[in-house]
T-cell receptor, first 115, second 112 residues
């Protein structure tokens, strides 16, 4: 199974600042996803990170707020821009290692608190 | 209507009990189904895939009913270590694009 490293694991940030979360996978994967999990809630897909093209965003999420990079098949970043307390959440990177099974593997998450 | 619906619980059951979770999905074109387990403050991890024929892994049995768009998970002989949130996950593939939808999760607490 894919091994996924996320950094930072947690951070406390001031309102109005931006934070970039990194996701590194130990193998080349076609599909990488970014999820958000707010306190007490399930996972919500923010976007699919596409290698070599713009990310595909889900309804309610926009590129200006959550810019994503995917420079190669093993790495992606998610930036949370102009943060507000409502952005306090866990952000999770996820990959599909073998698209025919559909199994998702997750990083350990980045716990963000915005003051 | 949510795409994937689960009873959020919590289900509080004594050790050794049998407990069942249900999940319904709205998109009849959904193609693959999973149960994930999420421990408190941890990332979700795959518990088991769900096949039309039903499948069993030790104390865990998963069933899929495509006609009713319904998925179930049965846990027999509950252990304290089974306490977690169980997430129903539904996949749909279209044009090389995978759409994964998570249910809100069902919380299980196994009591000594």
């Amino acid at each position: 199974s894919a091994v996924i490293s996320q950094k930072p694991s947690r951070d406390i940030c001031q309102r109005g600042t931006s934070l970039t979360i990194q996701c590194q996978v130990d193998s080349q994967v076609t599909m990488m996803f970014w999820y958000r999990q707010q306190p007490g809630q399930s996972l919500t897909l923010i976007a699919t990170a596409n290698q070599g093209s713009e990310a595909t965003y889900e309804s309610g999420f926009v590129i200006d707020k959550f810019p994503i990079s995917r420079p190669n098949l093993t790495f992606s970043t998610l930036t949370v821009s102009n943060m507000s307390p409502e952005d306090s959440s866990i952000y999770l990177c996820s990959v599909v290692e073998r698209s025919n099974t559909g199994e998702l593997f997750f990083g350990e998450g980045s716990r963000l608190t915005v003051l | 209507r949510k795409e994937v619906e689960q009873d959020p619980g919590p289900f509080n059951v004594p050790e050794g009990a049998t407990v069942a979770f249900n999940c319904t999905y709205s998109n009849s074109a959904s193609q693959s189904f999973f149960w994930y387990r999420q421990d408190c403050r941890k990332e979700p991890k795959l518990l088991m895939s769900v096949y039309s024929s039903g499948n069993e892994d030790g104390r865990f049995t998963a069933q899929l009913n495509r006609a009713s768009q319904y998925i179930s998970l049965l846990i027999r002989d509950s252990k304290l270590s089974d306490s977690a949130t169980y997430l129903c996950v539904v996949n749909k593939y279209s044009g090389g694009y995978q759409k994964v939808t998570f249910g809100t999760g069902t919380k299980l607490q196994v009591i000594p």
